[in-house]
């Protein structure tokens, strides 16, 4: 492996604010042990999803999201796809209590058509694509406590991509015309995610 990335994951992993602050938890409360959460931002485009993260120690959890999308909509414009993204975090202050950093994985299948050309290019538009993608990455976020077992949690995470698929003339024609890949480096995850933290 890259001594560069052994080095930067060892100083996310080392890395800790001598001087935070608990804004979790009353003094003397156990910290929870795991919690179920959903990506409001998934949500929002009608994908399914689901995640749970789990305490390792006082600094560190590990959190398992899952999102699947299965819809197809008005003229065949499609988002489809199944992508898990294991994430280990090391918190500044403690597990599910203020900032922490995290590496992630990812690994998905997906099928994409009629891609909005505000969003994408016209090529994506007027093509369909199908294949998988796998790659790591790196993030950062914050954790905030709402009411009781509630709470709220922002992510943003960079990372690579490595994309292969097959290409098809439109959205609805079933004749392959050609197969290729694609290495990709920019934002790999986003995630405002409610959380019900389980005691």
């Not at 604010?17 to 003397?28: H, K």
């Not at 992630?104 to 994506?124: D, I, Q, W």
């Not at 093509?127 to 998988?132: A, I, N, S, T």
Request: aromatic letters at 16%; a positive charge; hydrophobic letters at 40%.
């Amino acid at each position: 492996m890259n001594k560069k990335l052994l080095l930067l994951m060892a100083a996310l992993f080392s890395w800790h604010a001598g001087t935070a602050q608990d804004a979790y938890r009353p003094s003397g409360n156990p910290l929870p042990s795991w919690g179920l959460k959903t990506n409001l931002l998934n949500d929002a485009t009608t994908t399914l999803n689901l995640g749970a993260e789990l305490r390792l120690n006082r600094k560190t959890t590990f959190e398992l999201p899952v999102s699947y999308n299965p819809w197809t909509f008005s003229d065949n414009k499609k988002w489809k796809h199944l992508l898990v993204q294991p994430e280990l975090r090391r918190w500044t202050c403690e597990a599910f209590n203020g900032a922490f950093w995290g590496v992630h994985a990812h690994y998905g299948v997906y099928n994409v058509s009629g891609l909005p050309t505000s969003l994408f290019s016209t090529y994506m538009n007027e093509h369909r694509f199908e294949g998988w993608l796998a790659g790591a990455g790196v993030s950062y976020g914050y954790h905030w406590m709402l009411r009781g077992r509630w709470s709220l949690e922002a992510t943003l995470g960079i990372g690579y991509a490595y994309l292969s698929y097959d290409k098809y003339p439109c959205a609805k024609c079933g004749q392959k015309i050609g197969t290729g890949n694609r290495n990709y480096f920019g934002p790999t995850k986003a995630a405002v995610s409610l959380i019900y933290m389980i005691k």
